[in-house]
């Protein structure tokens, strides 16, 4: 492959990743919660995106994860991490994640996210997020 070929491969590839509005059309998120909002509900109607941000410490092993999601509700449609920074690989330094997902139908969900590292199991889940969709 020609370094013009890779070049385009990359920058379709990463694209999304470091401009998020390049998905689904460019939509901005109709609703942004984030730590703050757990536990909360929020209302959506179908088609708009829903913005999750949550911080993780860096380095660590611990990931925050979808545990529970409906995909028939809910597709999640980006999951976007700043690029490495300066002090971003230092054990312990936080790291904002982002997921949008986009509300494909009417109905009521739950969205439960849990911080864990994945070789322990969620059981050893060190926090957890939980929001209640209604979607209309």
Known sequence: MGPFKLLLLASVVLMPVFFPAFLEGGQKADVVVDKSSNGEQVVLRRGQFLEVQLQQAGATGYL????????NLLDCVELASPPPGEGSMIAGAPILRTWRFKALAKGQTELKMFNYRP???????V???????NIQ
């Open 64 to 71: 925050w994860q979808v545990v529970v999601l409906d995909k």
């Open 119 to 125: 070789w322990e199991g969620v059981e050893k889940a």
């Open 127 to 133: 926090d957890k997020f939980q929001l209640k969709i």
